[in-house]
């Protein structure tokens, strides 16, 4: 009844964040409530510590560890990077916000390691079970993280409906575990790649599972039918949390979302493959139609973010190594693009008073011109305008579906990108061709125009230079998943 | 095997009878105790398959800690439980559909009943036969090796769980006396009085003054 250890190598990034937000946890504890800069800094330099590790030291090699709960390869590697860009990125961007509105507690930055971690976990995933404790450990951080602004009302509003609709979800989750567990005999990716076969092996129960499996990852990645907490939640939380909510969970989720589907399910890609092709479908056409007629940033932001993962998702439809690639790609240009509007929104500052609307964007070429100058380029690479990054997005993705044959989705996904550029291109409109509404506060800290200036570069034309290599890393990280 | 098999049926209509009694009961103090009753009927069926110490730690845990709290809980908070139901039947009608239209999709499920080929190898034996081997010994081997990994991060949702509550109540009152020991302890007698001389006849009001 002995057993040897299990080997820690593959998990030791995890392990140094889950030790590290420990030790932050009680570093902050013990001073006491007057810790958030330095926990936030150091929570900054964990993520890097942990980028390190990940690169450095467990590469891209494929290797299993704990009973096979848990495995590593490039994919993995890949996903993670971008995961702890984005919670970095969005910790950076909170400071000023937070100590603004009275909720600099230590507490943060600690629940965004915390987070972070669940959805590392989540994309290592090797087992339905590991799937849903790291998704639990994040989701149950992002809940506290929507309402942490606890004496106001619509961030506890927020954080009560995410709260319901997110243990909704994992139960629809856990009741597709339970029937491909009944069907199948196992939750292991491993064997349930083996055991599921198409043709008439394939029971239909373990279909059934699998589709109430991705009804609950439609949830977690905010796509249609399942999307509808994401404006109400996205409006409610603080900024900051929002820009960290459209970011680096989205990913994490979709990766989660893609390796479930390949690792566990690569023999029914034509079952799984129409449920795909209807969530992208309805998602970006939900996304472009509805956000027209929004007039709060942040709510254009929650349509606009769930158009997107309609995008993305068509890179999944086409069930192929080059439909992920595309994914992949895609998410990461989506995500810098996200973290950039964030910054550029979290400085719509007037008076001391945060201000959200569109029309308090009228203007501002003529008040600040490389604010505005900034978010057109954000809004015309969201749109997917030529030149810009996220045209080279929406282009893989769109061509990785036409290669897989599915040509009427990547039509749909054009007609989709065209009427959402109406309400991108409104808001460039309005800054640079309405009557000035006002100067905003100049921004105090060094943040926030580095994330702002640093992604509008990415994001101009000269992401002609980058395309290639991310492209290359996506290729390397998506052809571990298929073998 | 008779006794077994009426052991079993005792408790799980028992089982079942309490469950129900849980959610029609007007008191919920008796809904509480209904649900003990369920959770002793449930640990009855532990017991029955082998299971002891499963069954050992749902009344500890669940009748001895959980099921108090709760009793705790309905009768510390002030929640109209009577209005509470009201509004719950009104959902009687499209409940009931919402639940018929599963059932009938659960009978077409059962209907097309098929395993794959594989089932059986995957399913046998993650643990060995009860009779190899104590509960308490497979329980440990399950959740400290094979499932290690999963039982910590399970205790690291716990630490989230924690962190949330702390962050989302606890609110630092001003004006709240607080009981210092180290204050108290370090108190000398001439910080709390003073010892004045009073003449006779004269009373006190000059000795206050001067000090």
Redesign the interface.
Known sequence: MTADLPSFAPALPEIVLALGAMALLMLGVFRSGKAYTQVSTLTVFLFILVGVLLVAYVGGERSVTFSGLFVTDSFAIFSKILVLVGSGVALMMSSRYMADHGIDRFEYPVLIALATLGMMIMISANNLLSLYVGLELQSLALYVLAAIHRNRNRATEAGLKYFVLGALSSGMLLYGISLIYGFTGTISFDLLADSVKTGEHAGIGVIVGMVFLIAGFAFKISAVPFHMWTPDVYEGAPTPVTAFFAAAPKVAALAMFVRAMFGAFGELVTEWQQVVIFISIASMIVGAVIAIVQTNIKRLMAYSSIGHVGYALVGLAAGTEAGVEALLVYIAIYMTMTLGSFAAILSMRRNGQMVEEIGDLAGLSQTNLPLAIGIAIFMFSLAGIPMLAGFFGKWVVFWAAVEAGLTPLAIVGLLASVISCFYYIRIVKVMFFDEPAGNFDADKGRAIPLVIGVSAVLHSPVSFLLISPLIAAAAWAAKSLIY | MTLTAGAFYLFAFVAVAAGFLVISARNPVHSVLWLILTFFSAAGLFVLMGAEFLAMLLVIVYVGAVAVLFLFVVMMLDINFAQFRKGALQYIPIGGLVGLILLAELVT?VM????????????TAPIPAAEQ?ENV?AMG?ILY??????FQ??G??L???M??A???THR?RAGVKRQNISKQVARKPKDAYEMVEVKSGEGIGSASKKG
């Not at chain 2, 009943?113 to 399913?123: H, I, P, R, S, Y």
């Not at chain 2, 090796?145 to 999963?150: K, S």
Request: hydrophobic share 65%; net charge negative; no cysteine.
């Open positions: 499920l097309a009943w098929q395993f794959g080929d594989k089932v059986a190898d995957n399913v081997v010994k081997a090796t094979d499932y290690l990994f999963i991060t399970a690291l949702i630490l989230v769980a962190i949330g702390i962050v989302l630092q």
